[in-house]
């Protein structure tokens, strides 16, 4: 039964990795950084429900995981994922989105 869990659980992971992001509050906007590095910035996909915007973002060749710890060891992942939950809804005419050098930049006005 262990291994049938941990066997979901590296499956999942297999398929995509959530990246390391920071949400600051400049007062007027939130500036939201994604690191996404090694990402083709032809396939990065943002898009906001509500209040909580979610990140897709399609790497240029698959990543090897194993390379970090022995417990992956043969997973690959192919794409970063992300949810985040703001503090404001988004509104398209007040959102900038724009890739640089491996992160995401997120400008939501309020």
Request: proline residues 4%.
């Amino acid at each position: 039964r262990e291994l049938k869990r941990e066997e979901r659980e590296v499956r999942a992971f297999a398929e995509s990795i959530e990246p390391l992001y920071t949400v600051r509050n400049l007062g007027d906007r939130l500036v939201i950084h994604v690191d996404i590095p090694y990402a083709d910035a032809e396939k990065v996909n943002v898009w906001f429900e509500e209040n909580v915007m979610y990140v897709k973002a399609k790497l240029r060749s698959k990543l090897d995981v194993g390379k970090w710890s022995e417990r992956y060891r043969g997973v690959e992942v192919e794409e970063y994922s992300l949810s985040v939950t703001l503090p404001v809804r988004s509104r398209p005419e007040k959102t900038s989105i724009r890739v640089r050098r491996g992160v995401l930049e997120v400008v939501v006005y309020k």
